[in-house]
């Protein structure tokens, strides 16, 4: 038995290498592949496909969810709503640009609320303050709380690749933004140190502005920016 299972593996060994080829089952004769494997298609050949845009086809409504916990209703979680408007930023300067005129624009009563990876003082329009004069972070913020808006602020406890000193001057800088002469809205930022490790971190970086009152009962007031 043994004697025939080498001459078996021998005979395998021995038959020709294209009888075992791939290229007949992965479409080897195709003219977009060079003879190295390697893919020349410029992507023309491909047939784009169309994702799926409908709010319905992503979010569950409030009867697929009241279905799914067995007909008891859920009251602590919103379904989803229309109306909505997104813009998609490329480049760091256009989303740059869309938070300082969101910020710059706030009113009294108005709420920004902040979700921060790594705060830092830097100039939101460098190209044009690049001192940060009048685009910096701190003096953006201080002008939301002047105008009667409160700003809050919650932070990661970043400890990790030297991130700390700017968090803290940062932490230090906002917190010191004198209360509003017009409500007494203040900015606050604090940091989160919920985490289980010292290297652990919450990566959402998002920032959420409320508007105090809206013009239509039926507008959401809520402008919401959002960094992958």
């Given at each position: 038995?043994?004697?025939?299972?080498?001459?078996l593996?021998?005979?395998?060994?021995?038959?020709?290498?294209?009888?075992?080829?791939?290229?007949?089952?992965?479409?080897?004769?195709?003219?977009?592949?060079?003879?190295?494997?390697?893919?020349?298609?410029?992507?023309?050949?491909?047939?784009?496909?169309?994702?799926?845009?409908?709010?319905?086809?992503?979010?569950l409504?409030?009867?697929?969810?009241?279905?799914?916990?067995?007909?008891?209703?859920?009251?602590?979680?919103?379904?989803?709503?229309?109306?909505?408007?997104?813009?998609s930023?490329?480049?760091?300067?256009?989303?740059?640009?869309?938070?300082?005129?969101?910020?710059?624009?706030?009113?009294?009563?108005?709420?920004v609320?902040?979700?921060?990876?790594?705060?830092?003082?830097?100039?939101?329009?460098?190209?044009?303050?690049?001192?940060?004069?009048?685009?910096?972070?701190?003096?953006?913020?201080?002008?939301?709380?002047?105008?009667?808006?409160?700003?809050?602020?919650?932070?990661?406890?970043?400890?990790?690749?030297g991130?700390?000193?700017?968090?803290?001057?940062?932490?230090?800088?906002?917190?010191?933004?004198?209360?509003?002469?017009?409500?007494?809205?203040?900015?606050?930022?604090?940091?989160?140190?919920?985490?289980?490790?010292?290297?652990?971190?919450?990566?959402?970086?998002?920032?959420?502005?409320?508007?105090?009152?809206?013009?239509?009962?039926?507008?959401?007031?809520?402008?919401?920016?959002?960094?992958?």
């Open positions: 038995m043994r004697l025939a299972t080498s001459t593996a021998l005979a395998l060994a021995l038959a020709p290498s294209n009888a075992f080829s791939f290229s007949s089952l992965f479409g080897g004769d195709d003219k977009t592949q060079a003879s190295n494997g390697a893919d020349l298609s410029d992507g023309t050949d491909i047939k784009p496909r169309q994702p799926l845009l409908d709010a319905e086809d992503w979010f409504t409030k009867k697929e969810i009241t279905a799914s916990r067995g007909g008891i209703p859920r009251t602590d979680l919103s379904v989803y709503t229309t109306g909505n408007k997104v813009t930023y490329t480049v760091a300067n256009e989303f740059y640009d869309a938070v300082f005129e969101d910020l710059s624009a706030t009113k009294e009563g108005d709420r609320l902040l979700a921060a990876w790594l705060m830092a003082l830097v100039p939101l329009k460098p190209d044009v303050d690049p001192s940060g004069a009048k685009t910096g972070v701190k003096e953006v913020i201080a002008g939301v709380v002047k105008r009667g808006g409160s700003v809050n602020i919650l932070n990661w406890a970043n400890i990790a690749v991130y700390t000193p700017y968090n803290i001057k940062a932490r230090d800088a906002i917190n010191s933004i004198p209360p509003s002469p017009i409500n007494g809205a203040k900015a606050i930022l604090i940091f989160d140190d919920r985490l289980p490790k010292a290297l652990s971190t919450h990566h959402q970086k998002n920032m959420v502005i409320a508007a105090n009152s809206s013009t239509d009962p039926d507008d959401q007031p809520v402008a919401t920016h959002y960094i992958s």
